[in-house]
């Protein structure tokens, strides 16, 4: 049974990171922005979880889990920002929040 | 066996990503999104870890890509991008410069990264529940327990943010 | 009274720190006052303020006459003791040191006095002469807005005074130095809201900046070029080390360069000594600023500009004879010097119409002589002048106080005449200090005056001598000029209310009268009392007396009584012809030699020329062009560069949220960029 190299999944981790981070840029719906940061997240996770097999150590799975725990709080508040900001504008461009600037 | 697996997965999760950035429709990016997580998840499984696997798919997959369609179905918001690009200069150079990541991320995945792979063997009990609940309850406790207040406070927050403060006025 | 001699500048800082701690709280009072408003007893405030004014003055005034006592007693205490030890030193002085002023590394200075008898000489003018003053100002400064102000000022003089001479380094001599500078400033722009006084304060401090600047380079090279017997630096500024025969002998053998020649360190020093000289003792070149001086009130002027501050750089000398011994010509030099101010400004008292002008000029002349006598190598006759002149000059200087004070405030001659009857006792008094400047016999003028031409005339300074005379004669001209313009013949200014002062000014005057008709006994010829008192301090083997000579003194006082006669008989004459505005009737006969007189030899116009008005102009473009367009550029165009890029700056500050992302998104690249490319 051929075992798939810990470059291969720090590769498709990259490319999801991108991805996410093209989405971030990219997008102005704030909840697809939001969901583009969760893809960022969750590529980091996918990175951990590798490094944690490559070093034969519970610690980055450990660390993974944390991530996700944080991601959650991290959801509930920004999405709760977000219905906040929509009541307040009536909108989730996030363009269109752009009062504090120079 | 494994190589196909991956492959396929890898695939399904690059597709799923680009999916959920280019979808037009904020509901389907949530749906590509959670494709991808799932994808995701299986490679945890080829990773050996089936336990973060299972969390995956509940906690992200279930729990908060719910939230996230609960969301976008309250607001109504599903529709995407309305009105013109104010700052039109903005989607080149991002494309641009998340080439230039994933060049530097490439980059560093094959010559940054000297790893040597420990032996299957050696990761092949790391990830069980039992192994890391016994980790997590010793050498981790305090930051667990810092996770669990900071869930708290951002359900106190939540709870805050959301609450109509008109209303509020109007009962004093 | 060694254990107490810290007491001596003590107590008139005492007195300084009292009359400060009272004018404070006396101004906050008057501002609560001024608050409350009470204007009901207006006219009995004014009598209290007047008997509170006089309150500062006394405070002043017993301290320093508690340090008169004390040095007194430190005195007497000295003349207890042996002059001469038995290995042959001198037995009659002290050096105490009461901690250690500042150390840095190899350089340390101690503060601390040493009394001898030159210093307790000078500590007994300073504070006797200082006492009177100090009495005689509480009348006259009585219906001055600031008498408080005043007396802080003079009894910090007094206390800066006495640490010029007490001092036993150079460096406490440098403090006392500056501090009577100060208080010299302070004291001349004492009435700040007239249109001269801060002038001609601001050009003293100047001037004496120059000198300063010697005295600063004199101890620089002291310091550093002072051997040990073993040729090891030495290291101090201690009179009793640097100053020690086997120490300043050494500073002949070191060579130093400047401006191309070569000096022995003696020299060098010597001649930057003499820098500090001529600024402080108003010495040519740098005379210029005594007679401005005058804008002070006049006890300021009897007491730092005629009794004691100028005659510091005379006491300078006589403390470092030992370096001065060792470059001749450089003493040639200084004493050249020394006669030339005393001619010069004999001549220039003649031209001058403002009764204190005329003192000031006197002042300048007389000082020309002690720097002279001590530059010849007549340290004794200097140091005699220098005494018999601080009595006469202050009576002479107070006198005038009492003319002004009693005038309506008014100082011109050629208005003034026939004072004699509404003021007789200061007509006396200062006819008597009149006699002892000219040097008439038997006043104290006369001994002193003469200790120093006959001095000169024993040495092969002949020349010197017939400058000194000539420059006498010209001395009983003035003062003749001057008594007869203000006391004889008849008022010319009617409108003016002649009156004698009060008692409280007369008596000091009287006091310093007796002064200057015995002060001549401290060192007659055949006593020599004062010779026989220094000879240890100028490490004389034994006491050489100058010569009387019965001739020459008679043509002196010939000479004198003739000239004095002459300016006496000349201006009874034209006392007509006197007239406020016009020119002195000598001006017939001089014509434009007399209007040089009346210019000052145009000292002052070239000084204008050739320093101020060339610095005035350098200043100018520093100030309009330098300052404000090349530094005001600097810091404007600096706020401007910052200005316009923050407005460019501003243009990322654009609200957009993915745009801020994209920063981030840089920062990101390029930290990882960093990490490809290691």
């Known amino acids: 049974m051929s075992e798939i190299s810990t470059n291969a999944y720090v590769l498709v981790s990259a490319i999801l990171f991108t991805i996410g981070v093209i989405g971030v840029m990219t997008r102005r719906n704030a909840i697809i922005m939001f969901m583009s940061v969760e893809l960022m997240l969750n590529s980091a996770n996918l990175a951990l979880i590798a490094f944690s097999r490559a070093k034969a150590s519970t610690d980055g799975q450990i660390i993974t889990f944390f991530v996700i725990a944080v991601a959650a ?3 509930a508040v920004g999405l709760a920002l977000l219905v906040s900001i929509f009541r307040a504008k009536r909108t989730t461009n996030v363009d269109d929040v752009s009062t504090l600037k120079g | 066996m494994e190589t196909v697996i991956f492959i396929t997965t890898a695939i399904v999760a690059v597709g799923a990503a680009l999916g959920m950035v280019l979808s037009s429709n904020a509901v389907h990016s949530a749906l590509f999104l959670i494709l991808n997580f799932c994808a995701v998840a299986v490679m945890y499984l080829l990773l050996r870890a089936p336990f973060m696997a299972a969390v995956q798919v509940t906690v992200y997959a279930g729990a908060i890509m719910v939230l996230f369609l609960f969301v976008i179905m309250l607001l109504g918001a599903e529709k995407a991008d309305l009105g013109s690009e104010p700052i039109g200069w903005q989607k080149p150079v991002g494309v641009l410069l998340g080439a230039v990541l994933l060049a530097e991320g490439i980059y560093v995945a094959y010559k940054g990264i000297k790893l040597v792979d420990a032996p299957i063997t050696a990761a092949l009990g790391i990830g069980q529940p039992t192994t ?3 980790v997590l ?15 708290l406070v951002a359900i106190v927050g939540t709870v805050v943010l959301t609450r109509r403060t008109v209303k509020l006025k109007e009962a004093e | 009274m060694q254990d107490f001699i810290w007491l001596v500048p003590l107590l008139p800082l005492l ?8 004018g404070t709280l006396a101004v906050r009072q008057r501002h609560t006052a001024a608050h409350v408003g009470d204007h009901g007893h207006a006219d009995h405030g004014h009598h209290d303020h007047h008997n509170a004014a006089r309150i500062p003055g006394w405070i002043a005034s017993a301290m320093v006459i508690g340090a008169f006592v004390l040095t007194l007693a430190t005195f007497f205490s000295l003349l207890g003791q042996p002059a001469r030890t038995a290995a042959g030193e001198n037995g009659r002085f002290f050096d105490v040191t009461y901690w250690s002023w500042m150390a840095v590394g190899n350089f340390s200075v101690p503060f601390g006095f040493l009394i001898d008898q030159l ?10 002469v200082g006492s009177l003053i100090h009495i005689y100002a509480i009348g006259y400064m009585s219906h001055d807005q600031r008498p408080t102000r005043f007396f802080v000022y003079l009894n910090l003089f007094i206390v800066a005074m006495l640490m010029l001479v007490m001092g036993n380094n150079f460096l406490m001599l440098f403090l006392g130095w500056e501090g009577v500078g100060l208080c010299s400033f302070l004291l001349i722009g004492f009435w700040f809201e007239q249109r001269d ?16 600047f010697g005295l600063l380079m004199a101890m620089f090279a002291i310091w550093t070029l002072t051997r040990d017997v073993q040729g090891n630096p030495l290291h101090s500024l201690m009179f009793r080390e640097v100053l020690a025969e086997q120490h300043v002998q050494t500073l002949q053998f070191t060579q130093t360069a400047f401006l191309g020649s070569q000096y022995t360190a003696a020299g060098a020093i010597a001649l930057m000594l003499l820098l500090g000289v001529t600024g402080k003792s108003a010495q040519i070149p740098l005379f210029v600023w005594l007679p401005d001086a005058m804008a002070g009130p006049t006890p300021v002027s009897a007491l730092i500009h005629a009794a004691t501050m100028v005659t510091a750089g005379v006491y300078l000398i006589i403390r470092t004879h030992a370096i001065f011994q060792l470059s001749p010509s450089v003493m040639n030099f200084a004493a050249g010097l020394g006669a030339a101010t005393a001619f010069v400004a004999a001549t220039i008292a003649i031209g001058q119409y403002d009764i204190k002008k005329v003192l000031a000029f006197s002042t300048v002349s007389q000082l020309g002589y002690m720097v002279a006598a001590v530059a010849m190598g007549g340290y004794v006759a200097g140091l005699f002048h220098l005494l018999t002149h601080g009595i006469f000059k202050a009576l002479l200087f107070l006198g005038s106080g009492a003319v002004i004070h009693g005038f309506g405030d008014e100082q011109d001659m050629r208005k003034m005449g026939g004072l004699k009857s509404k003021m007789p006792r200061t007509f006396w008094t200062y006819l008597i200090g009149t006699l002892a400047l000219a040097g008439i016999f038997p006043l104290a003028g006369f001994w002193s005056k003469d200790e120093i031409i006959g001095y000169a005339y024993d040495n092969d300074h002949r020349l010197l001598a017939v400058v000194l005379i000539i420059s006498s004669m010209l001395t009983a001209f003035y003062m003749a000029r001057q008594v007869t313009m203000v006391f004889l013949g008849e008022q010319r200014d009617t409108s003016i209310h002649a009156h004698e002062s009060a008692p409280i000014m007369i008596w000091p005057l009287i006091l310093l009268a007796i002064g200057a008709v015995v002060a001549g006994l401290i060192n007659l010829p055949g006593l020599h009392s004062l010779e026989t008192w220094l000879a240890p301090v100028l490490n004389e083997p034994v006491a050489e007396p100058a010569e009387f000579h019965l001739g020459l003194a008679g043509l002196t006082l010939v000479l004198a009584l003739a000239s004095g006669w002459l300016g006496y008989y000349y201006y009874s004459r034209n006392a007509r012809r006197i007239k406020a505005n016009e020119r002195d009737p000598l001006y017939r006969w001089g014509g434009d030699f007399y209007t040089i007189l009346e210019d000052k030899w145009g000292f002052d116009s070239a000084y204008d020329l050739a320093i101020v ?8 473009f520093a100030n309009r062009i330098f300052d404000a367009r090349i530094i005001d550029g600097i810091v404007n165009g600096a706020g401007w560069v910052v200005n316009q890029a923050s407005r460019g700056l501003r243009v990322l500050q654009s609200g957009y949220v993915r745009s801020y992302a994209l920063m981030f998104l840089i920062g990101v690249i390029a930290v990882l960029g960093y990490f490809v490319l290691r």
Do not use: C, Q
Request: proline share 6%; glycine share 6%; no cysteine.
């Open chain 1, 73 to 75: 709080a991290e959801v």
């Open chain 2, 132 to 134: 890391l609940s016994a």
């Open chain 2, 137 to 151: 309850f010793s050498k981790y406790l305090l930051p667990f327990e810092v996770i669990s207040i900071l869930l």
């Open chain 3, 15 to 22: 007195g300084v720190i009292i009359n400060t701690i009272r």
């Open chain 3, 119 to 128: 210093s307790i000489v000078m500590m007994l003018l300073v504070t006797g």
């Open chain 3, 197 to 212: 006084p801060p002038w001609a304060s601001t050009k003293a401090f100047v001037v004496n900046r120059i000198g300063d």
């Open chain 3, 613 to 620: 008005k060339p610095y005035k102009a350098i200043a100018g």
